[in-house]
């Protein structure tokens, strides 16, 4: 095989196949979803390819046979049958207030009608424009229509550290969302994509007929890069690189399935050629690290961590499971399930991989009030101390470290500090490979 462009960044399937960039096939996925149901819920943490995804979708419908030459579907669609396509994406930009949310949609639905050349009425409201468009796109086209919603939490998330604002954003989509159901008559296909999975009674209502494949094993790599995809596909890219490295470093997200990699880390180090925390630096919301900090979250517990399918699955406004955020926003990844006696399903969650590890407990220690500085400084004694095995070294370093942390920060986790030293402090050290010097 021969080198190709890296699509870093690009979501447009027409784009990389046209552009000669490398692609990796998802239409057997594709394929098995459209065959097998009509609505679909897929979480994914950002930048993991849900947007290309959808955008495949798209071009699918729309009977763009030339895009799919050599795919895995090529040969298995029936070309001469087209659906219009509404896609409405949350993706780009900040919403702040609920003025800004029903401003967002209306442009949404503006745009998807100038793009099927259909007329809304602007005198209706959100719900009634919205069902307007989809059975205007029916009627006009003489087919079903195919509905891709992109990032539908977005609004909620940036906003969930002021939770009124978040419950008038969670209010605000309900208006697309309540639609989807009733229209069920004029819809082909439905996929609705995002980071997190809010429970269907707070912002879906009626919608329940939506399949969740979130944690189905079959799609478990139905976004991201497979070890085996980086074998064949980027194969060119592999020289002079340590393969062990590369899987340590970026493999390991898993959801009850086969592990994949996050393709925004896998482009970037073949672009850099160096070992770096690519998509933790770019895709980590702050809110996250907020949340941690004030919930005063024992680290070391991250390393293993037991939950159920509910607790897991979903989460609301009114209350942010930590287990459940960490693993959606892609920061845990599932290491295990086990099965009780009652036959009650249980997950353990752990790091993805190297670079989750080290980078979240590098922003927590910032977050708990140590600067980078003094972080920087205090880890580089430990390490060392670690490597030459000086035990006095080392406790010299966590002294200091104790020394620069707040005092009040310090007095609200003082009852932790009863925990055996080795576990509070050596334990997420070895764990994150320090003490070998990586």
Not at 146 to 170: F, G, S, T
Not at 212 to 239: H, N, V, W
Request: hydrophobic share 40%.
């Amino acid at each position: 095989m021969h080198k190709r462009k890296l699509p870093i960044g690009i979501q447009s399937l027409a784009e990389i196949i046209l552009g000669g960039y490398y692609y990796v096939d998802k239409t057997p996925y594709v394929a098995q979803l459209i065959d097998q149901g009509k609505y679909y819920f897929l979480s994914r943490p950002r930048r993991f390819g849900k947007s290309l995804l959808l955008d495949t979708i798209k071009e699918l419908f729309e009977g763009n046979k030339s895009l799919f030459s050599g795919l895995f579907i090529e040969d298995k669609w029936n070309w001469d049958k087209k659906n219009p396509v509404i896609r409405i994406s949350f993706g780009s930009g900040t919403v702040k207030n609920r003025q800004g949310l029903d401003n967002r949609i209306l442009s949404l639905l503006k745009a998807n009608a100038e793009y099927l050349q259909i007329t809304l009425d602007a005198s209706d409201d959100i719900p009634g424009q919205f069902n307007q468009l989809i059975s205007k796109a029916r009627d006009k086209y003489q087919a079903q229509v195919v509905l891709l919603v992109d990032e539908y939490d977005k609004p909620i998330l940036d906003n969930i550290d002021d939770k009124q604002i978040a419950v008038d954003m969670r209010e605000g989509l309900k208006n697309i969302y309540t639609v989807i159901k009733d229209a069920d008559a004029h819809i082909k296909f439905c996929l609705l994509t995002g980071v997190s999975k809010f429970s269907k009674v707070s912002l879906f209502s009626g919608l329940n007929n939506l399949n969740d494949i979130t944690l189905d094993a079959r799609y478990s790599s139905i976004c991201g890069y497979t070890d085996q995809d980086l074998s064949i596909i980027f194969k060119p890219e592999l020289i002079g690189l340590d393969r062990s490295q590369i899987r340590q470093w970026y493999n390991g997200y898993n959801w009850n399935g086969e592990s994949v990699y996050n393709p925004f880390d896998a482009l970037l180090l073949f672009d850099k050629r160096e070992f770096k925390p690519y998509w933790f630096e770019t895709a980590t919301p702050t809110f996250l690290i907020k949340l941690l900090s004030r919930y005063d979250f024992f680290t070391p517990d991250l390393s293993q961590l037991k939950t159920d399918s509910q607790l897991l699955g979903e989460f609301d406004v009114e209350y942010i499971g930590v287990e459940a955020l960490l693993f959606q926003t892609g920061y845990l990844t599932v290491e295990r399930t086990e099965k009780r006696f009652d036959e009650k399903l249980f997950y353990w969650l752990t790091y993805p991989n190297h670079e989750v590890r080290i980078s979240l407990n590098e922003a927590l220690i910032r977050a708990f009030g140590v600067d980078a500085k003094t972080a920087l400084h205090t880890g580089s004694g430990i390490i060392k101390a670690l490597e030459l095995n000086n035990f006095e070294q080392l406790l010299t370093q966590l002294k200091s470290l104790y020394a620069s942390i707040p005092h009040d920060w310090y007095r609200k986790i003082q009852f932790q500090i009863t925990r055996p030293l080795r576990q509070y402090f050596l334990q997420p050290f070895f764990r994150t490979g320090f003490a070998s010097g990586s």
